[in-house]
């Protein structure tokens, strides 16, 4: 039988979605973006999958500046693929959120497919208190919004990043989204090789049942045939549970301290670098072997390092 393709494992290692008083690991500052970074390409992870934060209060930051301020060390630290964020935060336009990856050039982008409920408002009241004031407020906003992907607002980001020769890790917390995907397919917007990342777990989206997990897939194999790399992040304690059975079903998977602070039932991570680890013994525990940065890009079909713009 010919050898399965290696999986892919990205690392998310901060995002914008848990907040400094969550978890102590949470990098915030530029030198510890870089240090988690550094530590989860260690452990095995090929993508590095990027947000900025102000390394003052944690805030999440959308903006070339603070992008700058890691991404030209990490370049030269690691030969891992750098994936940025073109969706930051709920709170952000859609200028403000695709600015860093339209100036910078990435190798890989994240696409978020379609407008969505976003609720991150239950983690409020797992805090007694917040560190910074910004935190509650951040999260309570979520209650009353829609974190906004129209088809003019992908359409923009699809075409700012091609014309960069950027390609993207799209990002479809719904069965919908997968449609959404296969629109622009049709139209000719999008080319194979897709990178989908299925995420399970948010409010708002698609659940983290196993059944939920299959039918994603299922709809993605119907659509995209051959033509797709699958690729999943569960949210919270979920996390390892869908990444097994993904990697079990021939996917991808996705890690990191944006996605879930725990490693282990009751026990926080003390590092994306730990989750990782603990992803990497499953699939090889499964007979699997994980890729290199250098085989992601021949799978993903990527421009490779050098011709990015940091």
Known sequence: MAESAPVIITCAVTGGIHTPTMSPALP???????????GAVEAGAAILHLHARNPDDGRPEQNVEAFMRFLPRLKQSTDAVINLTTGGSPHMALEERVGPAAKLHPELASLNMGSMNFGLFPLVEKYPQFKHEWERTHLEATRDVVFRNTFKDIEYILSTGYENGTRFEFECYD?????NLAHFVERGLVKPPFFVQSVFGILGGIGT????VAHMKRTADRLFGKDYRWSVLGAGSSQL???AQAAAMGGNVRVGLEDSLWAGRGRQAESSAEQVTLVRKVIEGLGLRIATPDEARSLLELKGGTDVAF
Do not use: F, G, K, N
């Open 175 to 179: 069965i919908s989204h997968l449609y």
């Open 241 to 243: 549970r869908i990444a």
């Open 209 to 212: 049942h196993p059944e939920d």
């Open 28 to 38: 915030v500052t530029p030198e510890e973006i870089i240090a988690d970074s550094l």
